[in-house]
């Protein structure tokens, strides 16, 4: 799955490679990074949303946990804190960031996660923080703005 997609990405010809500095995006991104002959920058910025103590469950045991409390994520943006993680509000604005530090070229390819990247999208699409659920792409794929 990952050298079909270093394939694609590398067709694009990106000037610059940006990830999360995560293990699973670093699979993608330094394969990229040796294809095009250029470096990748790990960027801790791009991380997925902190979960707190939720960090590596499946959903289907915190909801028997915890019964709508997710639903927080969405309903409550600026105070709900999954497992006492990051609100939606807080990790919106560090993709914020995370964007506004990227290098000043015409490509780039960020290897980022589902949630990340819904931030991105929300922001670029001018869609409100309760949608983010709905902009987060399937694992493997890639988006283009």
Partial sequence: MIGPLVSQIAARKPAAIVHSDLVRTRAIALPLARKLGIAAIAEPLWR?????TWEGRYWQAIYRQTG????GMIDAPDKFRPGGGETTAEFAKRIEQAMAA???VQSIAIIAHGGSIA???ARHGG???SQLGELIPPAGSYTIL
Avoid: T, Y
């Fill in 127 to 129: 869609a409100p923080l």
């Fill in 48 to 52: 997925e949303r902190d979960f707190g």
């Fill in 68 to 71: 709508n409390a997710m639903d």
């Fill in 119 to 121: 931030c991105v999208r």
């Fill in 102 to 104: 990227l290098p000043d």
